[in-house]
C-alpha cells in the first residue's frame, strides 16, 4: 500500500503542476567560443519555446541535434525526455530522464519526471525511489550566472 501511496500522491502533485518543462540556468558546456555557446543556448530557447506550443515532434528533433553537439547538458536531455513522454515514447523517455539525472543528481524536477515515466512504464518499484528521496527543486546559486 505504500508505493501504492507513494506513486498515487506524485501522479497527483505532477497533475497540479503546470504542463510546461522546467528550465535552469544554461548550461555552461567547456570553454568554447561565445557564439558557440550562443548557438547551443538558442537552440534550447527554440526546443523549449516549441515544447510550451506542445509541437513534440519538432522539439524532440532539435534536441537531438542539441545533444548531438552538447552531450553533457543536463537541460536538454530533461527536455528531450520531456517531447517523448509526451509523444507516448515512454521507454525512449525514461533513458532521457536517466541520463538527465546522471548529469545532475539532485535535480528534483528531473527525478520526479524519471518517476512518473518509471510508473507509466509499469514500473512503480523504481518510481517510488526516484519520487521519494527529497532533493533540490534549483541548481545552487554557487552554478547559476
Do not use: C, V
Not at 2 to 14: M, P, Q
Not at 22 to 38: E, G, L, V
Not at 118 to 130: C, I, V
Request: charged share 20%.
Amino acid at each position: 500500500m505504500g508505493i501504492t501511496k507513494t506513486i498515487a500522491t506524485a501522479l497527483l502533485a505532477s497533475l497540479a503542476l503546470p504542463a510546461l518543462a522546467q528550465t535552469r540556468p544554461p548550461h555552461k558546456s567547456h570553454p568554447q567560443s561565445n557564439t558557440a555557446d550562443d548557438r547551443a543556448a538558442d537552440a534550447l530557447k527554440d526546443a523549449e519555446s516549441l515544447l510550451q506550443q506542445q509541437q513534440y515532434q519538432q522539439a524532440e528533433e532539435k534536441l537531438r541535434a542539441l545533444i548531438a553537439t552538447q552531450s553533457e547538458n543536463p537541460q536538454a536531455w530533461f527536455d528531450l525526455g520531456f517531447a517523448q513522454s509526451h509523444q507516448g515514447k515512454i521507454a525512449e523517455a525514461i533513458n532521457a530522464y536517466k541520463k538527465a539525472t546522471q548529469l545532475d543528481p539532485k535535480w528534483f524536477e528531473a527525478q520526479q519526471n524519471l518517476g512518473l515515466a518509471l510508473a507509466k512504464s509499469g514500473d512503480l518499484t523504481a518510481a517510488a525511489s526516484r519520487t521519494a528521496t527529497p532533493r533540490r527543486r534549483s541548481p545552487p546559486r554557487s552554478s547559476r550566472r
